[in-house]
């Protein structure tokens, strides 16, 4: 843990006193204009703990580091399960068709309150646990190994611009869509090998200028979902310049992004690249505070549904998250395949769209009910823990399987915590396959090289 706690002694002032100023300020006086005169005492007080948990816990984890999947889950937790839910409560706005009321939402906060607790409880007796890693130099890759990355990385490029270029309009066809994850997985993992490789070897920066061309024609951020262009981008950025993962500077950096440059992205999501004017990105960049109240932060009420859902049908005792275990079974097998939980809500309750979220504690709660969010929680802080320090506590210059992935997981945490679990996992699993096969690859090549 000695990168770690060096990066905390670095920028001592900034982790120990001012951002958790800034993030206790902003609370107290978003909690003063928006809930202390427009909301029944009791939901107001629901919001204020919930409030006073997050900041705890999100102080709690800026004191380790910032750079983590803890960091991303509570960033998640305010925005989604605090902030957002407060806008739409005071300006009335539903989803889907979800009927809300305050007994709704003081309810859902007191499942978010467990699910905090429980959560924290299983990140507390997890603090010493790792996962083993190997690893091998970068510098044992030959150049051939690197080569041959950027030709079968330039061939894919070229499939998933000209083929694989709307993943919206292949939601529905899963060969296809299997095909380009793993082809783009294929181009991410690549590109972040070549950029370690030629840092640490000291090899011409051209090996980094051709990954990165070709990561952007193979990737290219208007045909992604804004998951995958999250994800994939982050993780290369993070990759490519180190001064960002130092001290509190990615959290802070990644939280400005993702309320300013989301707006952005969901323009394009229905508009082609030449339809979409300056005019129109500013306006939705001065107007982030509108798209609190939009279905892009539909995850509070989903949970809403949740319990809606179950208790018109009741739990499905595990069944939702057997679907989830074992994804990769097809439906033509699986007949009664479990669909995401997402769109087994929409189906009970009749909603207005099936491709919907349904974040952790829906997850957790449409399986098994309170005991399910327990359940989720706990797990979700032992796994989240162990990543963090499996990675902080690994040797950064080493190819190792967890170095490879990590800087995906910790962007792509916001896409498992909104959900829905089945979507998300299947994803996840099909890039960790990939990078698993081209750490193996690369473990193979470097004993002939």
Request: net charge positive.
């Amino acid at each position: 843990m000695t990168e770690l706690i060096q990066y905390k002694k670095e920028n001592n002032i900034l982790v120990d006193f001012l951002l958790p100023c800034i993030l206790g300020i902003f609370i107290i006086i978003f909690y003063l204009i928006n809930v202390i005169y427009t909301m029944p005492i009791k939901l107001a007080l629901s919001f204020a703990i919930n409030g006073v948990v997050i900041f705890i816990l999100s102080v709690d984890g800026l004191k380790r580091v910032s750079l983590s999947t803890n960091s991303v889950h509570m960033l998640f937790c305010l925005l989604f399960l605090w902030c957002a839910p407060i806008l739409q409560f005071n300006s009335k706005s539903t989803f889907w068709g979800i009927q809300t009321n305050a007994n709704d939402f003081l309810t859902t906060n007191i499942f978010i309150f467990i699910w905090l607790i429980c959560y924290y409880t299983g990140f507390r007796i997890t603090s010493s646990r790792i996962w083993k890693t190997k690893g091998i130099e970068y510098k044992s890759l030959s150049v051939k190994y690197v080569i041959s990355l950027l030709i079968i990385s330039a061939g894919l490029a070229l499939v998933c611009y000209f083929k694989f270029h709307d993943d919206s309009a292949m939601s529905s066809r899963t060969t296809n869509l299997l095909l380009s994850n793993t082809f783009r997985a294929i181009i991410t993992f690549s590109t972040v090998i070549v950029i370690n490789w030629q840092r640490t070897s000291k090899n011409s920066f051209i090996f980094t200028i051709i990954a990165l061309l070709i990561l952007l024609i193979g990737c290219f951020p208007m045909h992604l979902s804004r998951n995958a262009f999250g994800a994939i981008y982050v993780c290369v950025l993070l990759t490519l310049v180190p001064w960002i993962r130092k001290n509190n500077r990615f959290i802070v950096l990644f939280t400005v992004c993702f309320l300013f440059m989301f707006p952005v992205m969901d323009l394009y999501r229905h508009k082609s690249f030449t339809e979409v004017g300056l005019q129109e990105i500013f306006n939705s960049i001065i107007t982030y505070k509108e798209y609190f109240n939009t279905a892009n932060y539909d995850a509070y009420q989903m949970i809403i549904a949740a319990k809606n859902a179950t208790d018109l049908v009741g739990y499905t005792y595990g069944r939702q998250l057997f679907g989830v275990l074992l994804f990769f079974i097809p439906r033509k097998l699986w007949v009664n395949k479990p669909v995401g939980t997402g769109a087994y809500i929409s189906d009970v309750l009749n909603l207005e769209f099936s491709n919907i979220s349904a974040p952790l504690i829906a997850e957790g709660y449409i399986n098994f009910g309170i005991i399910g969010i327990i359940g989720f929680g706990l797990f979700t802080g032992m796994i989240l823990r162990m990543l963090d320090n499996t990675y902080w506590s690994n040797n950064k210059e080493n190819l190792s399987f967890i170095n490879l992935i990590y800087f995906y997981v910790v962007p792509y945490m916001l896409f498992i915590c909104r959900g829905d679990l089945l979507s998300s996992w299947a994803y996840l699993c099909a890039y960790l396959f990939v990078a698993y096969c081209l750490y193996k690859f690369a473990v193979l090549t470097s004993k002939y090289k």
